[in-house]
């Protein structure tokens, strides 16, 4: 999902719900927000990736949904994988833990939106006259 974020270019995020509550209901009032990750990604540094999944296990060591955490870190690996390589600047992540459930976002510093890219087929490719329906082999 992406999102123009003021004051910066777009921003990616993923939110996790945190189920029913104690009571039944579905989620909990908006509370101010719990415990939060913030840290910076150095442009192009593709080592920031698992020190980014080790900060947020940390911050949800005591999340109420332990069984969501594999899915948070894989799915915040690929937003801040995407993040630094297809930019050419640094990126904020933010991951927010509250009563409703888990958020989180990677943010560029990019003014313009990213332009969509059509990957080119190599000649030699079975697919180099790209994706058309055809008999399996």
């Known amino acids: 999902m992406e999102s123009q974020v003021r004051g910066g270019g777009p921003a990616a995020a993923a939110a996790f719900p945190a189920g029913p509550a104690a009571d039944g209901s579905e989620g909990a009032p908006r509370r101010s927000p719990g415990p939060q990750l913030r840290r910076r990604l150095p442009r192009a540094d593709l080592r920031a990736v698992p020190e980014a999944r080790r900060a947020l296990r940390e911050l ?10 594999d899915v948070a870190e894989l799915l915040t690996s690929e937003l801040v994988t995407n993040a630094l390589v297809h930019t050419d600047d640094d990126a904020i992540l933010t991951a927010t833990v509250s009563p409703r459930g888990l958020r989180v976002e990677v943010r560029d510093f990019v003014a313009q939106r990213p332009r969509p890219r059509v990957p080119e087929a190599a000649a030699d490719s079975p697919d180099a006259a790209g994706p058309v329906c055809r008999p399996p082999r």
């Open 60 to 69: 949800l060591r005591h999340w109420e949904r332990p069984d969501g955490t």
